[in-house]
């Protein structure tokens, strides 16, 4: 078997190393508020513009229908250069997007396509509510139909960037089916829209990009439903395959990267005794074993890649993905700060904005969000494993 990357493949490596060496922000990313917002879209027009936009979308929408190899190869050097986070254009780019491309209207998608691939509009994600979370399909906010339109009442929760959003993924109750399953619409809503309210949620871990949005009698267009009226249960599923599996994969990527530079910190940083960290047996054993996680994670996400690659949408392997890098982050950044001692609390890590602690408060948030690891353990116990369903 060889390795090696083929002739063509190491000058398309050339190409996008050095579109990024003259293309990477250097300025700070900020993090929240206008600034972010106009930072982050003229970094993704940035990207379009360079032909660089939708590596992973067909080319029939503007994509750059990237080979798995291809994209590796680009989520490989966007990590080494330091490039900033896609940050408030995640949903658009990484779920919206190809939800749209998988499940729209040929009107919605010439629409909305071409503007998420522009840098011209953020998407923020309307699924959980107080009291649907990890329970989805409880979600209560009401939608009725009035004429050609829904008529939209009720709260959201735990909204990234709704602040700053233009659209929004929108899921209400339409009606109550026998299962709870039924009776879900997926929409489109236009964050301009009279009657929504959105109030951010202020958070300890610093930027207060989560809000609460309220809908107060919100008129949706119904040629901006996603699928049918009551079904877009499927639909939803179709988001969340995008948003647990290859979605993350620059942040996989990144983590890869990080425990490579936590090996090179072990040996510069020495211990008031005089001793480099690398040479405690247990910082030396963890770092060895994050160094063989962080490759399984590689190949868990090329071989998450490969099935893609033969399928219209991802599979529910991507929880699996999700589970794994989500809990190998956080083993990762406790790491990181087990081996910085106190300085943990102002040092910075490699490309990122806070100290090793805030770094490593924030995984947190990464074994909730896209559904929290248990949820993603039953998915893979039920849907992968065939184990008989807890109650
Ligand atoms: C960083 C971040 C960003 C987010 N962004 C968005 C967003 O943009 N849009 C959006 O709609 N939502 C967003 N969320 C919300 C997220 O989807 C929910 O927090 C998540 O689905 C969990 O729901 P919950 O908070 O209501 O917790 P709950 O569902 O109340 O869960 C509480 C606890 O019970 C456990 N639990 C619940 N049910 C089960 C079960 N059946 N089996 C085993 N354990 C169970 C959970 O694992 C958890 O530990 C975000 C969350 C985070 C952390």
Not at 263 to 285: F, K, M, T
Not at 335 to 356: C, T
Request: hydrophobic letters at 40%; proline letters at 5%.
């Amino acid at each position: 078997m060889n390795l090696d990357l083929a002739p063509e493949m190491r000058e398309f490596r050339e190409e996008v190393r050095a579109w990024l060496r003259e293309n990477v922000p250097r300025e700070p990313q900020p993090h929240e508020g206008p600034e972010m917002r106009a930072f982050d879209l003229a970094w993704q027009h940035r990207q379009y513009e360079g032909g660089w936009a939708g590596i992973n979308w067909p080319v029939e929408y503007g994509g750059r229908g990237l080979s798995l190899l291809q994209q590796m190869i680009w989520y490989e050097e966007y990590a080494w250069a330091d490039a900033p986070d896609i940050g408030s254009c995640f949903v658009g780019v990484n779920h919206a997007g190809p939800t749209l491309i998988a499940r729209a209207s040929e009107e919605l998608k010439s629409f909305h396509l071409p503007r998420i691939l522009r840098g011209e509009v953020v998407w923020c994600q309307g699924f959980s509510e107080p009291g649907a979370g990890s329970d989805l399909a409880a979600l209560s906010t009401r939608a009725e139909i009035d004429g050609d339109h829904l008529v939209v009442n009720g709260q959201k929760i735990w909204t990234s960037y709704a602040d700053e959003a233009d659209y929004q993924e929108l899921l209400v109750r339409t009606s109550r089916g026998a299962r709870k399953h039924d009776g879900i619409t997926w929409a489109v809503c236009d964050m301009r829209t009279p009657g929504i309210t959105v109030r951010p949620i202020p958070t300890m871990t610093g930027p207060a990009h989560f809000c609460e949005v309220f809908y107060d009698d919100v008129r949706i267009p119904l040629s901006d439903v996603v699928g049918e009226i009551d079904s877009g249960w499927s639909v939803a599923m179709s988001t969340l395959s995008f948003e647990r599996g290859t979605g993350f994969l620059k942040e996989q990527v990144r983590l890869v990267r990080l425990v490579d530079q936590l090996v090179e910190l072990a040996r510069d940083r020495v211990d008031p005794r005089g001793r480099r960290r690398i040479d405690d047996d247990v910082i030396a054993q963890r770092l060895a074993t994050a160094r063989a996680e962080a490759a399984a994670l590689t190949a868990m996400a090329l071989a998450d890649i490969s099935r893609n690659a033969r399928r219209s949408q991802p599979g529910v392997e991507g929880s699996m993905l999700r589970l794994f890098f989500s809990q190998l982050g956080q083993r990762v950044a406790k790491l990181a700060v087990d081996i910085v001692e106190e300085d943990g609390l102002e040092a910075r890590p490699y490309g990122l904005p806070d100290s090793f602690a805030a770094d490593w408060y924030r995984t947190f948030a990464y074994t909730i969000a896209a559904g929290s690891k248990d949820i993603q353990r039953n998915i893979v116990g039920e849907r992968l494993l065939g184990l008989p369903r807890g109650r």
